[in-house]
């Protein structure tokens, strides 16, 4: 019974497809991968069903004025358009060692396919390669702005990058609509990053209304190697993010760091799983989240630690205010530990707004609306210095 | 200054005050005693606009305002002070950044420029020396940390800071030694001008010896049973509430 409602959900995604894709590619790439429902535990709290009745199209590769989108034009980066998917612009001056370019590959070598993952390979084949060379630090962050627009447009990207041996590189990634039609925009990130290297992705996530956003980061550290992950997601209709981060190497350090505050009915779901191979690896989890109105939020956080990843220390904490009666939050750590000699701990809390708190600033003469964004910015205060991304402190309220 | 009539107010449905009247003239200073859970915090609370709290009767006049009208923030805008009887921790917001917030939304209110980083950091100094905390505020959350004496010296601090017409004190003298109360009391007596009046709430006689008030109220089950001289404050101490209790039912 369950497989046929199953094969029913994923013939109705695949056939709104075929009006602008072509039909028997759509069929043999993803042979064998079910399309989520509630079902499944990864999916429990987030419904699809949003993206799969739609008839997407790739909407067009340029778009006039695409400077004025960037949310961070004070930056000092290397910056790159990308519109609905298609690269339009690409700084020229590349500091020393830092490499950008396209790929084309329309099937990808990834370990955990999906449904989605493998259509994003075929709907669009090209990559984004960013690499980072054997010992060079590239101090200024690689920026890509990520720009939608038209309506009912999808947007597959990937960003591949490599940060070989006891490199540095930072890469910012913005997602902005221009306009409030719908668009669906599914993102891959696929990182390496090597012995003794240190790589940090930081995504800024503003899709606004009608923005369907889904993204999936995978990254594999060497020994010594750091990876870092910022993820802020500012607004969006619905927003799933998924991350995989392998610790392959000794001494390897994953931080998985996350903010968000959704409004109206928005959605949003970070998951997240961080697998502990070997020993002597440490990973830290921090993610917070302010719902609002009759917003959602979920956090579902897997640490697995493996039997030979002794001297393991896996941190994960996800805090939340839900502000309304109308607001829900499912926060859920799980911990598998195979390994005897490990330090590991997980919290989780959500709570209410601090209305005592509130009344306190305001009775000092500070206005309702400057006092919760005090409150608010406090409470991501600890997210905001893990970060370390002066772009985000700023502008995580305002607007 | 302020002139309160028959005010009714409840919390979660319970009736706490029924039927107050009180007037404050400019320059005076008043003090609420009375037994715990007679009201005291309630009356604070409803004068600063806590929404927790609902009026169901009565008015209040702030200097020819409709103070009830106000929203928190306006009513400390107007020169509303409350010094709070469990001053909050706020980790995460810096004291003297939210103050400087507070000072400058009041300046904009009045129609001033915002107030000078120079000038801003010579107030700090000069009022934070008043109440003995000079460099405990530097870089700390709101209350974070600081001991129970130190919340009640910042909240005279943040008065002296802010310069209202109007203040409230709940309980500002509870369990404060010796020392502390001469500051608190050293630091509110400074600003005792005929232009500015005093609500003080107590227990405890001691406080009245250094904050000597105009009148002493007796506060009991949502009304001022009483009113007297600052004289009246020693008989409380002396024979307890229970013959003024007595003498109204
Ligand atoms: N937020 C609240 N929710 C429910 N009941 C409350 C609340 N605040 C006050 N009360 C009740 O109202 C009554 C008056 O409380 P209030 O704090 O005003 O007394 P008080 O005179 O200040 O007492 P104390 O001397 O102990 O400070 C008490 O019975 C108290 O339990
Ligand atoms: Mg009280």
Redesign the interface.
Known sequence: MSVAILDEKKEKFLQALEANFSASDLLSVTEGLEFPTRRAEKWKYTRVNAISKEAWQMGAGALDNVESYNPFPELDAVSIYVVNGQVAYISEDLPEGLTIESEHDEEGALQRKNIFTALNYSLNPVSLNISAAKNQIIAQPVHIIFVNSGELTTAQTRVKIAAEQSSFLHVMESFVSADDSKKWVSHINESDVHANAKLTISKWQALGENGYMMTHEFSQQGADATYTSNVVTKNGTWTRNDSWSDLNGKNGECNLNGIYLPTAKEHVDNTTTVDHKVPHCESNELYKGVIYDAASGVFNGKVFVRPDAQLTNAFQQNSNIVMTENGTMNSKPELEIYADDVKCSHGSTTGQFDDIALFYLMARGISRQNAKEMLVTAFFQEVLDAMKVDEFEGNLISL | MIKIKNLHAEVEGNKILKGLNLEVKAGEVHAIMGPNGSGKSTLASVL?????YEVTEGSVDFDGSDLLDL???E???EGM??A?QY??E????SNIN??K???N??RA?QGLEPIKAKEFLALVKEKSELVELAGKLKNR??NEGFSGGEKKRNEIF?MAM?DPKFAILDETDSGLDIDALKVVSHGVNSMRSPERSFLVITHYQRLLDYIVPDFVHVLYNGKIIKTGPKELALELEEKGYDWLIEETV
């Open positions: 600063a606009g806590n929404d927790a929203d928190v923030d009513r400390a805008k002070f409350l709070f001053p909050v706020i980790p995460g917001v939210f103050l917030a507070a000072l939304e009041k209110y959350s709101v943040q802010l």
